[in-house]
């Protein structure tokens, strides 16, 4: 079964991907690729895609991860209906009444308000 994948390039801190067509059993950084049918820059967000590559390897069974799901959906590639898309986690507070912006706010020291009407 074929997997289409991201593959890690560049250098430490600097990471550029290759969007490559691989065996899902072998490792992505064995080196051993299908083909490379684009890649992305997560810094710049820059995509490069052969986008007909994409379709037809979709279109003979080849199974993207989520994250080029989510990119190949971004750049306009319909997914076939088999693709499984995961929706985005979107994170919550397990505490979020002791959260600073969740308490009551503090009022005023009383001595300001007082000084004011002195003068009249």
Do not use: C, F
């Amino acid at each position: 079964m074929l997997a289409i994948r991201l593959q890690r390039n560049g250098r430490k801190g600097l990471p550029l991907y290759r969007i490559v067509v691989q065996e899902a059993q072998r490792h992505p950084l064995s080196g051993r690729i299908v083909a490379q049918v684009g890649s992305y820059n997560p810094h710049t967000k820059a995509t490069v895609l052969d986008k007909k590559e994409v379709e037809k390897y979709l279109g003979n069974g080849a199974q993207p991860s989520s994250r080029v799901v989510r990119i190949l959906t971004k750049e306009g590639i319909k997914m076939p209906k088999w693709v499984k898309v995961t929706p985005e986690k979107h994170a919550t507070a397990k505490h979020a009444d002791k959260l600073r912006k969740n308490q009551p706010k503090e009022e005023a020291p009383a001595e300001e308000a007082t000084e004011a009407p002195a003068e009249a």
